[in-house]
Nanobody, 121 residues
Framework: QVQLVESGGGLVQAGGSLRLSCAAS????????MGWFRQAPGKEREFVAV????????YYADSLKGRFTISRDNAKNTVYLQMNSLKPEDTAVYYC??????????????WGQGTQVTVSS
């Protein structure tokens, strides 16, 4: 069992940056790939980024490459999402998830409660 708690969301102006954190409970954190997803109002949940068990491999949604960076610290049971050059269309609830190294929501077993990111123009 893994429990995930996101933090770091908030209101930011376009062009600004935010760093999201996702703290995991349990000793099995390092046995899971960790992903970030987001869901805007009225839209389906979409893939943002994923990082492998040991942090060596990462994969991003094409539209976000170069602006977002995923990382993890297995000693702290935490995964991060650094978001730069934010745009109003990045406004969404951001979720972290633990599961397989995948961009598909169905491949993830555990989900956090989400953190709101709002980007003003």
């Amino acid at each position: 069992q893994v429990q995930l708690v996101e933090s770091g969301g908030g209101l930011v102006q376009a062009g600004g940056s935010l760093r999201l954190s996702c703290a995991a409970s349990g000793r099995t954190f390092r046995t899971y790939a960790m992903g970030w997803f987001r869901q805007a109002p009225g839209k389906e949940r979409e893939f943002v980024a994923v990082i492998s068990l040991n942090g060596v491999s990462t994969y991003y949604a094409d539209s976000l490459k170069g602006r977002f960076t995923i990382s993890r610290d297995n000693a702290k049971n935490t995964v991060y999402l650094q978001m730069n050059s934010l745009k109003p269309e990045d406004t969404a609830v951001y979720y972290c998830a633990a599961g397989s190294y995948s961009s598909r929501t169905a491949e993830y077993e555990y989900w956090g409660q989400g953190t709101q990111v709002t980007v003003s123009s």
